[in-house]
């Protein structure tokens, strides 16, 4: 899974993909024997964990008034996995499952406020925190040999497929959420929440016949969802057919701040060819010694007056080969992906 590896010739992308999620899982098996010192010598993370985990597992957002969501959580959760950072896994991990995780289905509310008087108010899930949570669980399971953590994995895995898939226009769309998103004539999706090398462990884990198809359809959909000159994906697209898919109506048509993690799930799950033309156009903005913009809008070409984070460009680097930020940044998200493009 080295950057490197992204942009060599004739490589089979589904080849690829399963070397790097098993390279992922061996190294994540490599555990200590229990009752030995744990010892965690990355020091991004443990910067990182200081920075936005406090002590009871919750992992907090700085830039957005200080809440928690299932995506932080699920960041967090895959994060100190890879460090193999177990004591802040399962602070985590208990935090999420006690505080978001649902009484009725085995998913995870999205948001936590701790200043409202009741910080869980919206049952409604955030499907990619689910996916890295199901993902990290199982992984974990593995590593660390403690079944109820592939147990819930399980649970979740279901869960996703019961009540997050849709057939519709001959196609299995993942929707971003339980509620809210398959109303009317349109689907709307989020391509940032294809998660690549949790669905590619989901399929292993549970088989093709069960996840096969979103994952084919997952694929689709992010290989329609190029727009405008530069042909990239918007944040949020609607699904009005088998190969109908625009910017959503009612949000901004922009690469921006959800797409950004389109190319980097791509890059960890081993399929640059689903985002090439963003991998083009960072480089030609390189070679025209000109900054990459946080966000551009698809539709007019309107482009933000200010650079992409210190994440993005870690995404950038990993995709193109220059040279990543060496400091983490203060920001929640920015410091996030900055994590993930690491992995």
Known sequence: MAADSIFRPKVDRRTFSLGALMAFTAACNTAPSQGRAQQVNDPLWTQWRDRF????????????????????????????????????????????????GREDMALHSWKYDPTAAVPVSDPNNATDGDLVIAWALALAGQRWKRSEWSDRAREVRKAIREHCVISRFGRELLLPGVVGFAEGAQVM????????????????????????????????ITTLARFGMHSLPSDWVAVSGYNAVAPAVGKPPRFG???????????????????????????????????????????????????????????????????????????????????????
Not at 60 to 75: K, M, P
Not at 192 to 213: E, I, N
Request: charged letters at 20%; a negative charge; glycine letters at 8%.
């Open 189 to 220: 999706l989020n391509p940032s929440y294809f998660v690549w090398p949790a669905l590619d462990q989901f399929a292993k884990a549970d088989g093709a016949a069960t996840w096969g198809g979103v994952v084919r359809d997952c694929e689709a």
């Open 53 to 100: 985990v406090a002590p009871e597992g919750r992992v907090v957002d700085t830039g957005n008034g200080r809440i928690s969501h299932s995506e932080g959580q699920s960041y967090g959760m895959i994060l100190a996995l890879r460090a193999g950072d177990r004591e802040a896994f399962e602070r985590i991990a208990k935090w999420t499952q006690d505080t978001l």
């Open 257 to 343: 701040y959800d797409a950004i993690r389109i190319p980097l799930y791509a890059a960890v799950g081993g399929r640059s060819t689903l985002v090439q033309p963003v991998a083009d156009w960072w480089r030609s903005r390189i070679a025209q010694h000109r900054s990459i913009p946080a966000w551009v809008d698809v539709v007019t070409g309107e482009e933000a007056n200010y650079a992409l984070s210190s994440g993005g460009a870690a995404i950038a680097a990993r995709l193109i080969g220059s040279t990543p930020p060496v400091a983490l940044d203060s920001d929640y998200f920015s410091a996030s992906l900055q994590m993930l493009a690491r992995l």
